[in-house]
T-cell receptor
Framework: QQQVKQSPQSLIVQKGGISIINCAYE??????FPWYQQFPGKGPALLIA?????SEKKEGRFTISFNKSAKQFSLHIMDSQPGDSATYFC??????????????FGKGTKLTVNP | DGGITQSPKYLFRKEGQNVTLSCEQN?????MYWYRQDPGQGLRLIYY???????QKGDIAEGYSVSREKKESFPLTVTSAQKNPTAFYLC????????????FGSGTQLSVL
């Protein structure tokens, strides 16, 4: 059972455009939603994260929008650059009953930004 | 530089062979994790450890074993019981739980000869 559904699987955007990646979840106990960015041959790195008490969080060109009632959250990359080309993973976590095993990842979105 | 070091970068396994992937961290993190990454499948948790001499199975532990004898080290053994071991293996650590940010190594690509 896939706990976090991520779409699209791949995305091609022109330089300067907006990249949008969506994730949906079912478990209402989830209360922490991070996004990780992975470049080829490297491990993922935390990009930005949000908790459900806010509807939006912005860090530079990256924004997470969160819709608690719809159980959806999305990553927006404004003014997309070729250097943003990477695979992006959404994830979800619920309060620890003994920790991090609760973090579940989406299947990833491969973003390509064309010059 | 503080970080996580995985070795080797590439590893080949012969039929029936056990192989061990190394993971060392100098971040003084308590928790360490092993994930398996297959194309289009995201990250799946194999094992995790929150303290020395203790570890827990993740979602796909069958065919794998780990040890945590030192805080900084969390080696993963892929046993011959793992029939489909070809994958990219990622080690990670965090100060406490995963919501405190996971730090990942650069991974080991394991292939079967």
């Amino acid at each position: 059972q896939q706990q976090v559904k991520q779409s699209p699987q791949s995305l091609i955007v022109q330089k300067g455009g907006i990249s949008i990646i969506n994730c949906a979840y079912e478990n209402t106990a989830f209360d922490y939603f991070p996004w990780y960015q992975q470049f080829p041959g490297k491990g993922p790195a935390l990009l930005i994260a949000i908790r459900p008490d806010v509807s939006e969080k912005k860090e530079g060109r990256f924004t997470i929008s969160f819709n608690k009632s719809a159980k959806q959250f999305s990553l927006h990359i404004m003014d997309s650059q070729p250097g943003d080309s990477a695979t992006y993973f959404c994830a979800a976590d619920r309060p620890a009953q003994g920790g991090s095993e609760k973090l579940v990842f989406g299947k990833g979105t491969k973003l390509t930004v064309n010059p | 530089d503080g970080g996580i070091t995985q070795s080797p970068k590439y590893l080949f396994r012969k039929e029936g062979q056990n192989v061990t992937l190394s993971c060392e961290q100098n971040l003084n993190h308590d928790a360490m994790y092993w994930y398996r990454q297959d194309p289009g499948q995201g990250l799946r948790l194999i094992y995790y450890s929150q303290i020395v001499n203790d570890f827990q199975k993740g979602d796909i532990a069958e065919g794998y074993s780990v040890s945590r004898e030192k805080k900084e080290s969390f080696p993963l053994t892929v046993t011959s019981a793992q029939k489909n071991p070809t994958a990219f293996y990622l080690c990670a650590s965090s100060l406490g739980t995963a919501r405190e940010k996971l730090f990942f190594g650069s991974g080991t690509q394991l292939s079967v000869l």
